[in-house]
Structure formats: C-alpha cells, structure tokens
C-alpha cells in the first residue's frame, strides 16, 4: 500500500469519523428536549468551573508547600509575633496568596496576614489550603493560605455556554453575573435547600430577581475555599423552549457538510505531504548514483519543508566537501612534490628557504608562514636569515611574535606542532629544523581563521624536516667549498683559489680595457720568530698579519695565502700607482704588529708589485714580475715595497 493511501485512511480514521461519531451524537443531543440539552450544558460548565477551582486550589498548595519549604520555619513556629508575622508575610508573597493564616495545634489563629485576617471566614469566598507543620516537639501546626477567585476565569468558562452564574450562600448571590443580593428560590423551597446538599442537585426551575430560570449547583470543597458555599449556574426558561427540530435538521446538514470538507481536506494534504516525499526519494536515489545536482523545491515551511530544505543544504555540504577535498589533496601533490623537487636539488640557502616557505603554504592553506636560520647556535644568539612568504603578511608585531615563537620551538620551551592561540581569531603552529640534535631553523605557520588539523600539522612537519634536509645538505657543500678555497691557519683564500680568482680578474680587465694590480708579500726573516719564540708564536703572527691585510683593503679586493709567510692582494681595477699607496699603508701596519703573548716578537714585510697590462698580459706573467720585485726589495734592504 503506497504512502498516500495509508495517509488517507490514517486522515480517514482519526479526524473524519470521529467528526462523523461527534455531528451524529450531536444531532442527537440537540433533537432532544430543550431541558435535557440544557440540562448537560449546566452540568458540562459547572463542572468545568469546579475543576478549575480545583486547579487553582491545587496550584495554590504547591505554590504554598514550596513556599515554606523556603521559609524561615524556625521563626514561623517558634518565633515571637512580629517574627511570625514576618515570615508568614513571607510566606503569602512567595506563593502568591492573598492572605494567610498560622494556627496552633488547639486550632487557634497565633498569626494572620492579608484577606486572612480575623474576618476572612465571612468576607467574600476564598480559594483556601491548608499545610501541617510539626515542631520539633512533636506538635502539629497549620497554615492556611488564602487566594482571590479568579472570577474572570469562571465568567469565561459560564459565557462560553451562555450561561449566568454566581455563587450562593443561604439562598442569596455573593457574586457572578446574575444580580448581587438577589435572592434563589425554588417552586417547593424557599431558600433553596437544594443548593446546601453535597453534590450536584438536580435541575431546577427557580426564580432570580423575579425572573424564571433554568438553574442548576453544586457544593464547592470545604477544602477548596475558606467558606462554604455553592456554585450556581442558570438559563433564562425563555430560551430553553427552542425547537427540537430545528436543531435536528441543523445537526445533520452540518454533518453533511463536515464529511465533505474533511473528505477533500484529507485529499489535499495527502498529495501535498507525499509530493515532496516522492522529489525527496527520487534525488536521494540519484545521490547514490553520484547524482547530487538532482533539487527538490522547498513549497512549505512545515516539517517536510524544513526536511527538503536540509537535504538540499546536505547536498551543497557534500558537493563542497568533495570539492574541497579535491582542491586539498591537488595542492597538496603539487606542494609536495614542488617542494621536494627544489629542496633536494637547490644549493642557494635564500631561494631554499622562500620555497619551502611557499610549498608549506600552498599545501596547508596558511595565512602566512614564517622561515629562520640559526647559522650560529640556539636563539637569541643568532640573526633571521630568511622569511617565508607571503612577506606582506607580517606587521612588525607579527614579526616578532614570529622571531620569539621560533626561538621557543628551537630551544624546546614549546612542544613542536603544539597548537598556540595568540589572538580571539588567530593560531599559530611552529616546527624545528633538527639535524644531529641541533636545530638549524625553524618554520612558523600562521592561521587567521579556525584551528590547523592533525592532517595540516602533519604536512607541515614533513616539509619543515624536508627543508632541514635541505639546509642540511647546502652547509655541507658549503664547507667542503671554504675546505677547497680556504687556507685554514689564516682564513684567507689559498694559492688555488688566487689562481682561478686572478684568471677571472685579468679576462675581465681584457674585456673592459681596465688596470689591475697583483703584489706578493713576504714577512722578513720569519725563519727566526719561529726559532726564537716557536712555532705557536709563528701561527700567531702569520693570523695577526692576515687580519690586517683584510682589514684594510677594499670588499672587491681579494687576499689570499701565497705559501709560507707570503701573501698576495689582487687588486681589480687598480692602477699601479694606487695600489703601491695601498701597499705602504700595509707595510707600516705590519711593521707596528704587537702580540701581547709575544711582546717581543717585531716583523717587518718585503712587497714586489706588478701591473696588467704593463708588467703581463697573463697570470704567469704577473706573478713572475711581482715576485722579481719582492727579492729586489729583499736586496734593497728589506720592508720596502718596489713595483715591477
């Protein structure tokens, strides 16, 4: 059986029969006498007005039990009056009561408050409840607490039926919407005995203010009000003589035309409930298939609306999560596989580090990632290096948030990969570049919006040990480089590098029609500090005099270690003339050496100069002609400088 139809029999049996059980039971009633009609219509009312009274009464004892559970007991029970007082007054507000009453176990009134003052048992009724208390000597207290009728309440319950009403006591009406003060009686009773039996008398026909009614009462609860008194509820007689058949026949057309409404009203919301249901199958069934552009309109803002509206949001969610997790896994290949590529194969530090830098963004979709070399020991006693990209991401508060959160990584003072919280919308995840126990660098990501996943902290270790690699490898290089070019007593260039270097140097000077200088130092008589004061005092002077030379000539001037105690500057661009103004500079400098460990140890310095192209046109040439003038000046006499 297909959905609509259950709907449809379900519409059937809950609301269209029963609607059809419900217009015959009342075409019934309503054919009936006008005085049975009325009859269940005052009861109907009087008992709905006693059951709210009851509610209220009820509501009005569990206003009160939890009132005094919140009150001060000890006062209310063995306080002095006033205190009494007080916390009866207590009382009363909490539970919203109009008046209360407290008495002792004898039954008499020890404290009262409000409408429950020593009039209250003749004023006006009362809805009323009563709670025991015990002391702690075992003896029982009461309190009643007193609360107004809702009169608005009851009047609506009575015109609802278009019924009068008022409340009875000895025969005369207390309040309600019949005349007040206006005396009850019956045909056999003059003050209307019926209305002080318990329960509810039988109809009665009775005169209010001189006006025959239909009427009927009942006894309220003693325990329900502070007096007792009784309900009463009437119907002017004129009225009650309505016809029987009119009533009839108006009971069956609304029958007719009730089955009608509901029959096609039962159609309508069947289509309109499975119609949705039916687009909802259908594109849940093409999903399956990989099908998720199928739509389903949304025609409603009930349930099914609310349903279709979701499934369509579901859609969107799972096309942009495949989405994106295409676009992720896409970057994060080409990241990979880019930074893996340059990493392994780059030998410049500064694009090495702007590309790994850039790879770990572009695999993480980080706001900003941030690269440091440490090229001497742990922080702070280091310099940056090198910055990731993209540079205009950081201010210069960022910056130095970077710079410290790379120190604290490196030294170890935070966990690597620990997720830190530096703003209300920002995060930060930060990596060391560790090789042999030692951290080289160290590579902090930024995040403007949410929290890095396991997955993105991942990639980033990866490429941060990558990058380590990386740097690694072009330190080595790099050393085995000075290791090849470098004299190590004296940190200047060796003789092979001068060779190369001055080869490059005379091509150029050839290329551009230009000067160039080369002179050869020699320490005179170096043979004797090292047989006088030894060989350490020897390794002393041979550095001392190395830091002189280098300090003293031009950034593109080039010092290297000849052999021995010889040296040699190639000056580029030079002419013979400037160079030998350099040269005595230097002499006098090395002349005025002065060791402290060695303090008698003096040196003086012999230096022959030869210039491209006058004195060579090739680097054999001018070393030739420079060391010629050298031993002329060992001849002339020593710490001299003669050009070629």
């Given at each position: ?111 009262s408050v409000g409408s429950g003052g020593p009039d209250y048992a003749i004023q006006a009724p009362q809805i009323a409840t009563t709670i025991r208390l015990s002391r702690p000597d075992g003896s029982i207290w009461s309190a009643m607490l007193l609360r107004s009728f809702d009169a608005e309440a009851l009047q609506k319950v009575f015109t ?7 409340l009875v006591e000895n025969g005369i009406v207390t309040a309600g919407s019949l005349p007040a003060a206006a005396e009850v009686r019956d045909e056999n009773n003059a003050q209307a005995q019926a209305f002080s039996l318990e329960g509810t008398a039988d109809a009665l026909t009775v005169t209010v203010a001189g006006r025959e009614m239909f ?430």
């Open positions: 059986m297909k959905l609509h139809t259950k709907l449809y029999l379900f519409f059937a049996g809950i609301v269209i029969l029963p609607l059809l059980v419900v217009t015959v039971a009342a075409s019934v009633v309503l054919g009936r006498s006008a005085k049975d009609a009325y009859d269940g219509r005052l009861q109907s009312s009087l008992a709905a007005a006693t059951a709210l009274i009851s509610a209220e009464a009820q509501g009005l004892t569990g206003d009160s039990q939890a009132a005094l559970q919140r009150a001060d007991v000890r006062a209310l029970l063995a306080g002095e009056e006033t205190s009494r007082i007080t916390a009866l007054s207590s009382v009363a507000a909490e539970a919203r009561a109009t008046g209360a009453v407290l008495r002792d176990p004898a039954g008499a009134a020890v404290a609802a039926q278009g019924l009068e009403w008022g009427a009927s009462g009942i006894m309220l609860p003693q325990d329900n009000t502070n007096i007792g008194a009784a309900l009463f509820t009437a119907v002017p007689a004129s009225i009650v003589g309505a016809s029987s058949r009119q009533a009839l026949e108006a009971g069956l057309g609304l029958m007719l035309g009730v089955a009608l409404m509901a029959g096609l009203l039962g159609l309508l919301m069947t289509r309109n409930i499975t119609r949705p249901l039916r687009e909802l199958t259908h594109a849940a069934a093409a999903g399956m298939e990989g099908d998720l552009d199928q739509k389903v309109e949304v025609r409603s803002n009930d349930e099914v609306g609310s349903l279709a509206n979701s499934f369509g949001m579901m859609q969107k969610n799972i096309r942009d999560y495949i989405s994106e997790l295409e676009e992720s896994r896409t970057q994060l290949l080409l990241a990979l596989s880019y930074a893996g590529e340059i990493l392994g194969s780059t030998s410049n530090r500064a694009r090495l580090m702007k590309t790994a830098a850039e790879a770990a963004r572009l695999a993480t979709g980080a706001d900003g990632i941030w690269v440091e070399l440490f090229p001497n020991g742990l922080p702070p006693e280091r310099r940056a290096v090198s910055t990731g990209a993209p540079s205009f991401f950081f201010d210069s508060k960022l910056k130095e948030q970077a710079v410290k959160l790379a120190d604290r990584v490196a030294s170890g003072s935070i966990a690597a990969g620990e997720v830190i919280e530096i703003s209300q919308s920002q995060r930060v995840v930060a990596f060391p570049m560790m090789a042999d126990n030692e951290a080289l660098g160290a590579m902090v990501a930024f995040f403007d919006q949410g929290r890095p996943s396991e997955e993105t902290r991942s990639v980033l270790a990866t490429l941060t040990d990558q990058a380590a690699i990386a740097v690694e490898n072009v330190n080595y290089g790099e050393l085995q480089q000075l290791l090849a070019t470098t004299d190590p007593m004296t940190g200047l260039f060796n003789f092979r590098f001068l060779c190369s270097n001055l080869d490059q140097e005379i091509s150029k000077s050839r290329r551009y029609d230009r000067q160039l200088s080369v002179s050869i130092i020699d320490l005179d008589d170096f043979k004797a500090v090292n047989d006088t004061y030894g060989h350490q005092a020897g390794d002393k002077l041979l550095r001392t005099v190395a830091e002189v030379l280098a300090s003293n000539v031009r950034d593109a001037d080039m010092v290297a270690r000849y052999g021995g105690e010889e040296f040699s500057i190639v000056f580029p661009e030079t002419l013979k003339t400037d160079a030998m103004k350099v040269l005595e500079k230097l002499r006098k400098e090395i002349a005025a050496i002065f060791l402290e460990d060695y303090p008698d140890v003096r040196v003086t310095a012999s230096i022959g100069l030869a210039s491209y192209p006058d004195d060579g046109a090739d680097k054999t040439e001018l070393l030739l002609r420079a060391d010629k003038a050298l031993y002329q000046a060992k001849r002339s006499g020593k710490n001299r400088c003669i050009a070629a």
